[in-house]
């Protein structure tokens, strides 16, 4: 075991060697007396819950509704982009993203984060253009 080197500067006393403090995946106290207390009753909140949420409790259905049909997650795209080797060719690729849009094929939150995406790779290809000429300069006699 590797020895401290602000060991002096630490506040409070450190563990007493063997003892790493709390094991990996134990519970709080407090987290397992709950458990304890809702493990029988599962069933029968989870039928109050229903039961409220058809007679009209909003925040009951919200609940009702999250456990059926969970948040829905990105869905893999559907579209084919072009390769990007220049500067030139994002016009074409910003093109493809918004006739994309339009057929319904990506949906605004996919298409913004292709945007970015995008204008990440535009500032790469400026940088990397500019190095090149960069080099050339000092290389000319």
């Not at 009951?60 to 990105?74: G, H, M, S, V």
């Not at 084919?80 to 849009?101: K, N, R």
């Amino acid at each position: 075991m590797a020895t401290r080197n602000n060991a002096e500067n630490t506040r409070g006393r450190p563990f007493p060697k063997g003892n790493a403090g709390r094991p990996p995946g134990s519970l709080n106290k407090a987290t397992v007396a709950c458990q304890t207390l809702l493990d029988g009753e599962a069933a029968a909140l989870t039928r109050k819950a229903v039961e409220m949420s058809l007679a009209g409790n909003i925040p009951a259905l919200r609940l009702c509704l999250e456990r059926i049909c969970p948040p829905r997650k990105e869905r893999p795209l559907t579209i084919e982009l072009p390769a990007i080797e220049g500067i030139a060719e994002l016009p074409h690729l910003t093109s493809v993203i918004l006739a994309a849009v339009g057929a319904g094929e990506l949906e605004l939150g996919q298409a913004a984060s292709l945007a970015s995406l995008v204008a990440n790779h535009a500032k790469v290809l400026e940088l990397a253009e500019l190095e090149q000429r960069i080099r050339v300069l000092e290389e000319k006699p």
